[in-house]
């Protein structure tokens, strides 16, 4: 049975950091691409960042270059979003995605969503 779940949100001050994780279960971990995925209040799911089954990141929002990072260490088998000067715009609830195979690959390539965590809420306010 797959599992993903995620971790670590909270509230946090504009201009703050936060470090998001996502542990994998009940798949091959190291074969599958990983992205993280948010939704804001009223708005629609959207892809932040995604990496590929050997680490390279694959897409990066516009919105959060130079801010976000993706990572994933294969042998936890686990993805990090590490997010820093947060603005209240990335408010939302934080997700982690995978697919089974086929698989999307290659530059600008998301997973479409065949399995989901529960999500993990980030809210940036003062």
């Known amino acids: 049975q797959v599992q993903l779940v995620e971790s670590g949100g909270g509230l946090v001050q504009p201009g703050g950091s936060l470090r998001l994780s996502c542990a994998a279960a009940?798949?091959?971990?190291?074969?599958?691409?990983i992205g993280w995925f948010r939704q804001a209040p009223g708005k629609e799911r959207e892809a932040v960042l995604c990496?590929?089954?050997?680490?390279?990141?694959?897409y990066t929002a516009d919105s959060v270059k130079g801010r976000f990072t993706i990572s994933r260490d294969n042998s936890r088998s686990s993805v990090y979003l590490e997010m820093s000067d947060l603005q209240p715009d990335d408010t939302a609830v934080y997700y982690c995605?995978?697919?089974?195979?086929?698989?999307?690959?290659?530059?600008?390539?998301?997973?479409?969503?065949?399995?989901w965590g529960q999500g993990t809420q980030v809210t940036v306010s003062s």
């Open positions: 995605a995978t697919d089974r195979p086929p698989f999307r690959i290659g530059g600008g390539a998301c997973p479409r969503g065949d399995y």
């Open positions: 009940g798949f091959t971990f190291h074969f599958h691409p």
């Open positions: 990496v590929g089954s050997v680490g390279g990141t694959t």
